[in-house]
């Protein structure tokens, strides 16, 4: 008998053993997932929220046609993103959702869209917006470049423009 719960005390023991140290292992690895998650993404990485300043700009000439304007956008894993910018010439609109994708060595294309809105609400088309963009490999900055078209929504194209812009990732 006392042979007996002395095996099951060493089976017991055992078991606890492994299953402590398959917990431990599973706690380390996900560490280990989550300290790479935040190097990888310091380390030239888009994931995360940006807060960003637009320039509009003639497409020819490049020179700057109106006040500079802020906005936020958020990149999320697996290539989608939102946005909002605050630009005197849209006052009313609705959020823009868009995607994005990079090359892993800091260059990166988004595109989003949102619907401009009267001041009733009223949607009176699509804002199509393209950049292209490069993350500085020594800081939590990038840049961008690219344009936009307004459309009814029947397609037809209302106006058309370009931009660059500055972001600066939210810490």
């Excluded at 006392?2 to 560490?31: D, E, H, P, Y």
């Excluded at 497409?59 to 802020?70: K, N, S």
Aim: with cysteine; charged share 15%; hydrophobic share 35%.
């Amino acid at each position: 008998m006392k042979n007996n719960r002395a095996k099951n005390i060493g089976i017991t023991f055992a078991t606890f053993a492994l299953l402590m140290a398959a917990a431990v292992q599973t706690s380390l690895n996900a560490q280990n997932r989550s300290d790479l998650g935040i190097l990888t993404q310091s380390a030239n990485r888009i994931v995360g929220a940006w807060e960003t300043t637009v320039t509009p700009r003639n497409c020819d000439t490049g020179e700057q046609v109106g006040p500079p304007f802020m906005g936020v956008s958020t990149y999320n894993e697996g290539g989608t993103l939102a946005e909002f910018g605050a630009n005197p010439t849209t006052p009313y609109r609705t959020p823009g959702h868009g995607i994005w994708s990079g090359d892993g060595r800091g260059n990166y294309t988004m595109k989003f869209s949102f619907l401009p809105l009267t001041p009733a609400g009223v949607p009176i088309g699509r804002m199509r917006v393209s950049q292209t963009m490069e993350l500085s490999r020594f800081s939590d900055e990038m840049s961008s470049s690219g344009g936009f078209a307004l459309t009814n929504f029947a397609g037809v194209v209302i106006a058309v423009g370009c931009s660059t812009a500055t972001a600066v990732r939210l810490n």
